[in-house]
């Protein structure tokens, strides 16, 4: 059975977004979304691919947006908007942009056309695609100490990994460098699976982790899943067979 989805991004555990605080401490630029081997604009962003940038007042115990401020992206030691970097609004404060030329670039945070903070980022082209080390399996089934249905999320090594009728395997994709160095950017995925599962993903959040599929089972397991997960900006392509079980894996969700 072969199927094939868009790969957009899945429930996380991460509360925050990942970025960092201006030049000036005036501004934090924040990402949006919880990449999964990042946590700044320092990693370049992949060419073509898509990141989102949301414009926060700094130092708040919870990420608040500050709505008076506008973004522009312009080439490094300039201030008027780059011509290779495009830049879309999608409300107060946020934005998406997409570089389609590697090289050196500034974040301007702007008040009434003036300047309040910068950033400086980096855009370049990826040389390969991994899987995170670290995929997340979600188990459902009836507790065996207290006899109540449940759910337990944990994160397991990929060598570790055996997807079983009651469970659910979320793993993600990290384009690098091709020295296994993570950049950034929300990539155009696509996945397919030889084997009797299905394939789905979550959609852009607050904290989410991007470029990531869920694996769940469809019909009798048994035998290996092949998954391959293909992203069209970079050409890039990586594989993955994931071992399954026919018995129910163990449920503890008691202290």
Same mark, same amino acid.
């Given at each position: 059975?072969?199927?094939?989805?868009?790969?957009?991004?899945?429930?996380?555990?991460?509360?925050?977004?990942?970025?960092?605080?201006?030049?000036?401490?005036?501004?934090?630029?924040?990402?949006?979304?919880?990449?999964?081997?990042?946590?700044?604009?320092?990693?370049?962003?992949?060419?073509?691919?898509?990141?989102?940038?949301?414009?926060?007042?700094?130092?708040?115990?919870?990420?608040?947006?500050?709505?008076?401020?506008?973004?522009?992206?312009?080439?490094?030691?300039?201030?008027?908007?780059?011509?290779?970097?495009?830049?879309?609004?999608?409300?107060?404060?946020?934005?998406?942009?997409?570089?389609?030329?590697?090289?050196?670039?500034?974040?301007?945070?702007?008040?009434?056309?003036?300047?309040?903070?910068?950033?400086?980022?980096?855009?370049?082209?990826?040389?390969?695609?991994?899987?995170?080390?670290?995929?997340?399996?979600?188990?459902?089934?009836?507790? @065996? +100490?207290?006899?109540? =249905?449940?759910? &337990?999320?944990? #994160? %397991?090594?990929? !060598?570790?990994?055996?997807?079983?009728?009651?469970?659910?395997?979320?793993?993600?994709?990290?384009?690098?460098?091709?020295?296994?160095?993570?950049?950034?950017?929300?990539?155009?995925?696509?996945?397919?699976?030889?084997?009797?599962?299905?394939?789905? @993903? +979550?959609?852009?959040? =607050?904290?989410? &982790?991007?470029? #990531? %599929?869920?694996? !769940?089972?469809?019909?009798?397991?048994?035998?290996?899943?092949?998954?391959?997960?293909?992203?069209?900006?970079?050409?890039?392509?990586?594989?993955?067979?994931?071992?399954?079980?026919?018995?129910?894996?163990?449920?503890?969700?008691?202290?």
């Amino acid at each position: 059975m072969r199927r094939s989805i868009l790969i957009a991004v899945s429930t996380s555990l991460a509360a925050c977004s990942s970025g960092q605080l201006g030049v000036n401490g005036q501004v934090r630029f924040s990402q949006v979304v919880n990449f999964a081997e990042t946590t700044d604009f320092g990693p370049p962003l992949v060419v073509n691919a898509g990141l989102l940038v949301q414009l926060e007042y700094p130092g708040l115990g919870e990420e608040q947006v500050n709505p008076s401020l506008s973004l522009v992206v312009a080439d490094k030691g300039q201030t008027a908007q780059s011509g290779h970097v495009a830049v879309v609004p999608l409300g107060f404060a946020q934005y998406a942009i997409l570089a389609d030329k590697g090289g050196d670039y500034t974040l301007l945070a702007q008040q009434n056309g003036q300047t309040v903070d910068t950033l400086p980022i980096s855009a370049a082209g990826a040389g390969a695609l991994h899987w995170h080390a670290q995929a997340t399996v979600t188990v459902t089934g009836v507790d @065996s +100490g207290s006899g109540v =249905q449940c759910s &337990t999320t944990s #994160s %397991v090594p990929l !060598a570790q990994l055996v997807l079983a009728p009651n469970a659910s395997i979320t793993l993600v994709v990290v384009p690098d460098d091709g020295q296994g160095n993570a950049l950034l950017g929300m990539l155009e995925l696509t996945a397919t699976a030889q084997g009797p599962a299905q394939l789905t @993903s +979550g959609w852009l959040g =607050q904290g989410l &982790t991007p470029n #990531s %599929v869920t694996v !769940a089972p469809q019909g009798t397991l048994g035998g290996t899943i092949h998954l391959t997960a293909a992203d069209a900006v970079t050409g890039k392509s990586l594989t993955l067979d994931i071992p399954t079980q026919t018995a129910p894996a163990a449920v503890t969700c008691s202290n």
